[in-house]
């Protein structure tokens, strides 16, 4: 009888152990959820009657995604969404080291394919080599219009037009792959009514119970029908639709969504 007592008090201890460990451990993760939401530009960006809006939602308590709204001088303004490979606290600490280095070389002049090269080689230099991040990134012109872009390896955003549907395709390879990649810069312009979307895979990707994917087909019928709602009520909407797709099926990955309406 002792000896089973001092045995069930022992595992008690333990177990209490074990979910003080835990509970703090959750402490620390929701800390580090506030620091990276805090990193994020949530607050829409309005100028000369552009607006942008952008909305993530993480599959654990921190997460891989990144998106970025910059501002370059009085005239242009930097958009960027990414997705670094893998979940949880391992992703998030490269998330940050993909903001802070993309920002610093930004405010060392570098601009387009050279900023990527540049953001690229910095990468491959300084995260496992069984880590890639794909990257959307753009300069934006609000008062032309103007788009000028350079998609490494991330979906390709939609343009959404009164007369159809533009998409924003890869122009590079994933950065962190291989050293030397060289970035294409393409251009496009977003006229008054025009409206971009940018999104990462965990909206696409994301499957309901028999494991069919949501997919770009159906994003991209989705977006063409409620294109005319108010942008929040867009990204919004297309959450609902997405979690509604999935079920009782949590998501696996992270959903992050940009758009600008011009």
Not at 190 to 204: Q, W, Y
């Amino acid at each position: 009888f002792t000896f089973a007592l001092v045995s069930a008090t022992l595992m008690f201890a333990l177990l209490m152990i074990e979910l003080r460990d835990k509970l703090a451990l959750k402490g620390d993760l929701e800390i580090a959820r506030q620091i990276q939401f805090g990193l994020l530009p949530f607050e829409p960006f309005t100028r000369e009657g552009t607006s942008v809006y952008a909305a993530m939602r993480p599959a654990n308590t921190v997460g891989g995604d990144y998106f970025d709204i910059i501002e370059l001088g009085q005239r242009h303004v930097a958009l960027a969404m990414g997705d670094v490979a893998g979940k949880g606290i391992p992703a998030a600490l490269l998330m940050a080291l993909l903001q802070g280095s993309l920002r610093t070389l930004l405010s060392a002049g570098l601009r387009g394919s050279d900023l990527m090269r540049t953001l690229n080689a910095h990468l491959h230099a300084n995260i496992p080599s069984n880590r890639l991040i794909t990257l959307f990134y753009a300069e934006y012109d609000p008062f032309t219009g103007s788009l000028r872009y350079v998609n490494g390896g991330h979906n390709a955003p939609f343009v959404l037009r009164p007369g159809g549907v533009e998409r924003l395709p890869a122009t590079g390879v994933a950065l962190g792959i291989v050293p030397d990649a060289v970035y294409d810069v393409l251009e496009t312009t977003l006229v008054p009514g025009d409206r971009l979307f940018l999104f990462t895979d965990g909206i696409t990707e994301a499957f309901d119970a028999m494991e069919q994917e949501y997919g770009e087909e159906r994003l991209q019928a989705w977006l063409v029908a409620h294109a005319a709602l108010a942008p929040p009520d867009l990204i919004e909407g297309v959450r609902e639709d997405v979690l509604a797709f999935c079920g009782n099926v949590r998501p696996r990955d992270d959903m992050t969504m940009m758009l600008v309406a011009r």
